[in-house]
C-alpha cells in the first residue's frame, strides 16, 4: 500500500468496478476518498457483524433447543462475542487495504 504523493502510489483513488455498478452517482461521489470509503467499510462492518451474529446463533440455538444437554447452549451462548469481534476485524482488514 502506498500512501499520497510516494513514487508508484495510484493518483487517485479508484472503487473496484463491482461496487460502482451497485451504489447510485449521489453516493459514489461521496466515497472517492479512500478515507471516507475506509470509514464506510468499518461502519458497514459494524451492522454486518451484528447480522451474522443474529443469523448465526439463531439458526444454532435452534438446533440445540432440540437436545437435552445444557452445555450446547451454554457453548452458543458465548459464541457472540467471537463472531461479531471476527466480521469486525475482517472489514478493518478490508478498510485497511483501501
Avoid at 2 to 21: D, I, M
Amino acid at each position: 500500500m502506498f500512501l499520497p504523493g510516494e513514487e508508484g502510489a495510484p493518483s487517485t483513488f479508484v472503487l473496484p468496478e463491482w461496487l460502482q455498478h451497485l451504489l447510485p452517482d449521489e453516493v459514489l461521489g461521496r466515497l472517492e476518498h479512500p478515507w471516507i470509503f475506509a470509514g464506510a467499510i468499518v461502519i458497514a462492518s459494524l451492522v454486518i457483524a451484528k447480522l451474522v451474529d443474529w443469523l448465526t446463533t439463531g439458526i444454532l440455538l435452534r438446533a440445540v433447543r432440540r437436545t437435552s444437554s445444557s452445555l450446547d447452549d451454554e457453548v452458543v451462548a458465548k459464541l457472540h462475542g467471537p463472531i461479531i469481534k471476527t466480521v469486525i476485524l475482517a472489514g478493518l482488514w478490508i478498510a485497511s487495504s483501501v
